[in-house]
């Protein structure tokens, strides 16, 4: 569980390309740290520095480099953002939906493949009639099956999921989400969101308890939807705890930015890394800053 005091956890988007703020091109860090063991190396790093988890879509390497870090760090947290939309769609790109396929079911094991088809034979009326909740409660299997060895304490739903639910007012998909992770999984269900603003009214409405946010917020209002104030003052009504997300544009944010989440009560962040040289210093500082 992501405790009550102040906790940093490492980004992965660098990594995979996907990062919103532009400071240098994604290319050059997915050019760079082609192989698990050279992304592991970053991960033991950020271990080694106080870093208390990492915040991850399901991509091979990553999970792979995750795995050889734990052995030496056993109690960094992983914290899954399930499931991964934009990976699905590169590797139908690259490889066809059936190559897709194909490399997605190499990668699991006997035992899931054949938990998640029988599950898919007893959901069969809802996905032959592409119910979104039905295909998307088998896509929850398929993911969680490649974080099982990680044991993750709590998971998050895609923001492009959870703000397409959100759009369409699907409260049962919310309901599902929560427990499948609960039941199936002995995980905290998580929502990341880029319009907390709509959102949590959404929830209250709903009396949907959801412990774990994971959202935009910064100083600068980047991202806080539909606006800063907005945010803020929903925050300060919420039960929830909230990760920050895109606190910042730089390696190393400014005393700003840390006394403004301290100042609404938000004691955990996401931070991406940027370079080795700094990576350790940069950690030891926003812990320090986070705490106050």
Not at 30 to 52: C, K, L, Q, T, Y
Not at 234 to 249: F, H, W
Request: proline letters at 5%; aromatic letters at 10%; charged letters at 20%.
């Amino acid at each position: 569980m992501i405790a009550s005091s102040p906790q940093l956890i490492l980004g992965t988007a660098n990594f995979s390309g996907n990062r919103l703020l532009e400071r240098s091109s994604p290319a050059d860090f997915v050019a760079r740290f082609r192989s698990s063991m050279e992304i592991a190396s970053v991960f033991n790093d950020a271990a080694a520095a106080g870093v208390d988890g990492v915040a991850t879509l399901n991509q091979f390497d990553i999970l792979a480099a995750l795995k050889k870090t734990r052995q030496t760090f056993p109690a960094l947290q992983v914290y899954p953002i399930i499931p991964n939309v934009i990976g699905y769609v590169r590797e139908a790109t690259d490889y066809g939906l059936v190559g897709a396929a194909r490399r997605r079911v190499a990668q699991m094991a006997i035992a899931d493949l054949l938990k998640i088809g029988v599950r898919g034979v007893l959901k069969a009326p809802g996905v032959l009639k592409r119910d979104f909740n039905t295909l998307m409660s088998i896509l929850f299997e398929v993911e969680m099956a490649s974080f099982k060895f990680l044991q993750p304490r709590v998971v998050f739903l895609h923001p492009q999921i959870t703000d397409l639910a959100l759009a369409f007012g699907n409260r049962p998909l919310f309901e599902l989400y929560a427990r499948v992770m609960r039941r199936r999984f002995n995980a905290e269900p998580g929502l990341a969101t880029n319009n907390l603003g709509w959102l949590l009214p959404k929830l209250k409405e709903w009396n949907l308890a959801i412990p774990f946010l994971l959202t935009p917020f910064n100083p600068g209002g980047f991202l806080m939807k539909p606006s800063q104030l907005d945010c803020e003052t929903l925050l300060a009504s919420t039960s929830s705890v909230i990760i920050a997300d895109k606190v910042d544009a730089t390696a190393d944010p400014e005393r700003e930015t840390w006394d403004y989440l301290r100042r609404h009560n938000v004691r955990a962040a996401i931070i991406e890394f940027w370079d080795d040289a700094s990576l350790a210093i940069n950690i030891a500082n926003a812990k320090k800053r986070l705490s106050g």
